[in-house]
């Protein structure tokens, strides 16, 4: 089993391979000045089983297309078969048509990963578990829930504790927070007047006087959750505390966060966000490194991965 990474999120690369023990494969990805991508594999890899690592966030299109220009370069040199390992999958936002006479994006990345080559997808938090039938392929779909619960545990020692999701589609993963932790649940109807806009229309469940722990898979521009924290806070919880798998953290996200209602942040590192952050002092960052290490090894000896979640 070898790794290669992708440029899209190498600390993390570095931290798996750690993890593993292991030495990422000696490979050259530039850009031509045109911005064209070249790949280039330094070492053999003939008969040899391929995991390669690239995040697809942004630039996304660019971390997308020197994916598939790597998983083509591993084909042609004989790789036996070639994981690719997304830890924050790009465009699964667009996993259905909305309005008429739109694309179903994430359908069509999933094609384009399934025809440069790749034989298994390993992801973390999916934003529509349903992606994983867009693949014709097995996908293993890691959850951040038990590095999140580990860290509430240890840090969070007042236990009146409640679970919110943020929107009606986070349900599921607010609950099973809520079942590790043993806390209650409560759900926020938000609606998007527009894209990139949220409105918290209602707030279901008890919150009042209760430490919340808002749980979503992305925070983008940051104005849902800043949005329900707030709405939490005007209904009478106590603090609020939120937990998101995937930092997109885009233009003034930062910023509307220091200035939020929410008492700490806290993300893990499928998107590397290391000069994003550095000076805010409410974003706390977890590794998911060593459950995509963990993965990567159960894969490669043919154990369960699902026990990772048991
Ligand atoms: C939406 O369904 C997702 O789960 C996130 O809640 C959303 O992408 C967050 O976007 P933003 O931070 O821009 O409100």
Not at 26 to 36: L, M, P, T, Y
Not at 96 to 123: E, Q
Not at 138 to 151: M, Q, R, Y
Not at 199 to 219: A, H, P, R, S
Request: some cysteine.
């Amino acid at each position: 089993m070898k790794l290669l990474s992708g440029t899209g999120n190498l600390s993390l690369s570095k931290k798996i391979a750690r993890y593993l023990k292991q030495k990422l494969i000696n490979s050259h990805i530039k850009r031509f000045a045109d911005g064209e991508i070249y790949v280039e594999i330094n070492e053999n890899i003939r008969g040899n089983s391929i995991f390669i690592i690239q995040t697809l966030s942004t630039p996304v299109n660019d971390n997308l297309m020197e994916l598939l220009i790597c998983i083509d370069a591993l084909r042609r040199s004989s790789a036996k078969n070639i994981t690719v390992v997304i830890p924050y999958f790009g465009y699964a936002r667009q996993d259905r048509k909305v309005v008429p006479r739109t694309a179903i994006s994430a359908k069509l990345v999933s094609n384009l990963i399934t025809n440069a080559g790749a034989h298994r997808i390993v992801t973390v938090d999916l934003h529509a578990g349903q992606i994983q039938g867009f693949f014709d392929l097995p996908v293993d779909n890691l959850f951040a829930t038990p590095i999140f619960a580990k860290h509430i545990k240890k840090n969070i020692t007042n236990k009146n504790l409640v679970c919110v999701a943020p929107d009606v589609g986070g349900v599921e993963r607010a609950r099973a927070l809520s079942k590790k932790l043993n806390a209650g649940l409560a759900i926020v109807d938000k609606r998007r007047p527009a894209p990139g806009k949220s409105k918290v229309m209602n707030i279901i469940g008890n919150i009042k006087g209760k430490n919340c722990l808002i749980t979503d898979d992305i925070i983008d521009s940051g104005g849902t959750i800043v949005n329900a924290a707030k709405a939490l806070k005007d209904k009478g919880a106590k603090d609020v505390y939120v937990y998101v798998t995937h930092g997109v953290l885009s233009g003034k996200a930062v910023d509307l966060i220091n200035n939020s209602k929410i008492k700490k942040l806290i993300i893990t590192d499928t998107i590397d966000n290391t000069s994003k952050i550095q000076k805010s002092p409410k974003i706390v960052v977890l590794s998911i490194s060593k459950l995509i290490g963990e993965a990567i090894k159960r894969i490669s000896n043919s154990t369960s991965v699902s026990d990772l979640f048991k």
